[in-house]
């Protein structure tokens, strides 16, 4: 690899833009040719997907695309952006559990207790061994650079919300995977603005979206010869790796003094990266609060995503994952353009716009149903 660094160097082609075209295209068409032999061997072995009580399909479907984006990732990363590995020792190790427990779930379905006690030996390995921590929250709530054990609980917390979510909101096609591939080309853009020290999580979000748009042209497939879920294994590792690049997103606005690393400034990062993934957290917060509120347990399955509202209203899939995303786009949309105001103040909004995109359908509904009642 360093031999062909120097070859385009004296060439005078940029490294990167060829790491970034490869990463793309390698991670592309190795998951794209990938599926098909997981949809083989799945139906051959019936590893599918039973309809359920949440399920909103109606047959049975392979589950196992998540094995072809962790393949992909995994080779791709490890050629075009090996630093990261360098500098996060303990990340593959963590990828790696993460791709053991999620295919044990996808095909006996482990004890929840089970998965969350991965999920906390993942998180603290790249919490405390790689130092991947939320160290300040910019003044927000008034708190500004948090004590190391406090950070490290807090992180941990959060990279186990983050997992859990992206799992809750894959239940339509398209919906986490596009929500995926949008959040790892607005941290890919952010990095790239970032400058040179940041160009290994531009590729990693490069290699992010190249996946996800593989998986994407099978899971929205309307044969049933090709149609594809990424199961838990592919929902947890895109929930790993992007809460992965939210904190290190967070982490690069801090104000400190360290050779070599350019010094950027925005008290805003927290919430800018709480807004790029503000779907999986007010959906996972909006269900937890709705199962409160009927006295039922937070871990009991039922129909109250943002999804199955919208399939309420006689929407596709496809349409509805495509509602959903374009109006979470537009909050990101909206602190950007307000991401100098007063960081409490822009939270709170971006808050409210959030759960008022969660409570939409059911007005829609009420409307329609209140319409309906009086023309009868």
């Known amino acids: 690899m360093k031999n062909f660094e120097l070859f385009l160097n004296e060439t005078g082609i940029s490294i990167f833009y060829v790491k970034v075209g490869l990463g793309f295209l390698s991670s592309f068409l190795i998951t794209f040719f990938s599926i098909p032999t997981i949809i083989k061997i799945s139906k051959r072995k019936n590893l599918m997907d039973e ?24 080779v791709c990363t490890s ?26 779930d996808d095909i006996v379905v482990m004890r929840a207790y089970k998965k969350l006690v991965a999920q906390i030996i993942v998180s603290a390995f790249i919490v405390i061994g790689s130092d991947v921590r939320i160290r300040n929250l910019f003044g ?69 979206i190249g996946s996800v748009l593989a998986f994407l042209y099978y899971n929205l497939s309307n044969l049933r010869t090709t149609k594809i879920f990424m199961g838990d294994t592919g ?8 809460a992965f690049t939210c904190i290190c997103f967070i982490d690069i606005f801090i104000d400190r003094n360290v050779v070599n690393v350019p010094r950027y400034h925005l008290k805003s990062a927290p919430v800018v990266a709480v807004a790029i993934l ?49 109006y979470y786009l537009f ?46």
Not at 98 to 103: A, F
């Open 235 to 242: 929902s947890m590792l895109l929930g790993f790796l992007l």
């Open 331 to 376: 909050i990101v949309i909206i602190t950007y353009c307000f991401r100098h105001i007063n960081v409490n103040l822009l939270l709170a909004v971006i808050l409210f716009l959030g759960f008022l995109g969660a409570y939409i359908p059911d007005i829609i509904i009420m409307l329609r149903n209140n319409k309906l009642k009086t023309e009868n």
């Open 140 to 208: 927000i709530f008034g708190v500004y650079e948090i004590h190391y054990f406090v950070s490290v609980i807090f992180t941990i917390l959060t990279f186990i919300i983050l997992i859990n979510a992206f799992n809750l909101i894959d239940g339509i096609d398209g919906l986490a995977g596009g929500y995926s591939l949008i959040s790892s080309a607005l941290f890919g853009i952010s990095y790239f603005r970032l400058g040179e020290y940041n160009y290994p999580l531009v590729i990693l979000s490069v290699v992010l």
């Open 51 to 74: 309809p359920g009580v949440r399920s909103s399909h109606l047959r049975k479907i392979p589950n196992l695309g998540g094995i072809a984006m962790f393949y992909s990732i995994g």
């Open 278 to 326: 503000i779907l999986p957290i007010v959906d996972t917060l909006n269900v937890i609060i709705i199962r409160l509120w009927n006295k039922k347990s937070p871990f009991e399955a039922d129909k109250n995503h943002i999804h199955h509202k919208l399939l309420k209203l006689d929407l596709t899939h496809r349409r509805s994952s495509f509602y959903i995303i374009c």
């Open 79 to 104: 050629i075009f952006a090996y630093e990261i590995f360098d500098l996060y020792k303990f990340l593959f190790a963590s990828l790696i559990i993460l791709l053991y427990v999620g295919i044990m």
